[in-house]
């Protein structure tokens, strides 16, 4: 889950790390009634990169002026995301750019620090131009981080005086943020030298999906779905797609070939759905109905392939209510004959072959 960067500059802030003064509005004129001091920066909150690239980061210096430009970026299309809201700051002057965050390092299965003297721009562009640049600690989880092991970056950043002392006091701050909010990533990039004070420029904060029960006061999840929530919910992995073929499988691996498959023979998946392994004849039943609530959905296309999964439960659901939109059905495993003989009974046919049931819903998608 990510959050917006005035939700992260909240919660960064409510941990000690500095941040600029600043208001997030939905319209125009209400930059107008701002206790802002002029210039400020008008930035588009969306959970894509490259606003800046896009337009959608702007300086005005009157209050008429960030109307205007706040007019032009409300409504704006950002990688296929709508601005519906600005954050708009006092601008900085800023002396120098660094960057530094931690973030969730799988190889070593650490939360990691990564910290450079090149902030502004892409880690990875500094990673892969000047990888020399970038400081990296793995924090044990027994020991955690501690004031001095900040100070041992910022030395490696060439940093001396109250400046060292300072970004140690910001680097436990951020650690102890992404420890207590679960992140996969907290990040700083700029933290900018302004006038002898360090400033988080922008932020960025992502939460484990899988933390949201212990983190009960962060916001909605605007990266999802009503889709998508629906089917988390229901305990269901649904990723909502842009073609017209509803997919529904058994295990991420199988249901990741079916999308392949439809790809391969022309058709356009339309969601990811894994109903997961021994899905009951209720949760076959949620899963169809949330792939069809879906507009635009031409076909459905089952693949089961039944381990712990029985093909009789599946079949029972699919037979209670049969799909309202032309169906390709792939069953084998686990009792295929008594879930085939329910199918059978409803007039339903399946497939034993996935290729084949993948080819008949692109068919059936084309209306063929």
């Excluded at 032009?72 to 709508?82: D, K, P, T």
Aim: some cysteine; charged content about 30%; overall charge negative.
């Amino acid at each position: 889950m990510r959050l917006h960067e005035y939700q992260a500059k909240e919660l960064f802030a409510a941990y000690g790390i500095p941040v600029q003064r600043g208001v997030v509005v939905d319209r125009a004129e209400d930059v107008l009634t701002l206790d802002l001091r002029y210039p400020v920066v008008l930035k588009a909150q969306v959970l894509v990169g490259g606003r800046g690239k896009a337009g959608g980061v702007q300086l005005a210096a009157t209050p008429e002026e960030a109307r205007e430009k706040a007019a032009r970026i409300l409504g704006m299309e950002i990688r296929g995301e709508r601005v519906r809201r600005l954050l708009v700051v006092e601008a900085a002057r800023i002396d120098r750019e660094y960057y530094l965050a931690f973030v969730v390092d799988r190889s070593s299965r650490r939360l990691t620090l990564v910290a450079s003297a090149e902030g502004g721009v892409d880690i990875e562009e500094v990673a892969r131009r000047t990888p020399e640049r970038i400081v990296k600690l793995a924090v044990d989880p027994a020991l955690g981080f501690h004031p001095f092991h900040g100070r041992w970056v910022a030395r490696r950043l060439g940093l001396s005086g109250p400046l060292l002392g300072q970004f140690a006091e910001i680097s436990c701050s951020l650690y102890r943020l992404a420890c207590e909010r679960d992140a996969e990533l907290a990040e700083i990039n700029p933290l900018a030298l302004c006038e002898g004070q360090w400033l988080a420029v922008d932020a960025k904060l992502v939460v484990d999906d899988n933390a949201r029960p212990r983190q009960p006061d962060l916001p909605a999840d605007e990266e999802t779905t009503e889709l998508e929530r629906m089917a988390r919910e229901y305990d269901l992995s649904y990723v909502e797609l842009d073609g017209d073929i509803a997919i529904i499988g058994n295990g991420a691996g199988l249901v990741m070939s079916t999308l392949d498959m439809v790809a391969h023979f022309g058709g356009r998946p339309a969601n990811f759905l894994d109903v997961g392994g021994g899905a009951s004849t209720e949760a076959m039943r949620r899963a169809l109905d949330i792939v069809l609530r879906k507009p635009g959905v031409r076909a459905l296309f089952i693949n089961i392939f039944g381990g712990i999964t029985r093909c009789d439960d599946v079949a029972r659901a699919i037979a209670s209510a049969p799909p309202p939109v032309p169906t390709s059905i792939r069953l084998t495993g686990t009792n295929e004959e008594e879930g085939r003989r329910i199918l059978e009974q409803a007039g339903i046919f399946a497939f034993t072959d996935p290729e084949e049931a993948a080819r008949r819903a692109v068919a059936l998608a084309r209306g063929q």
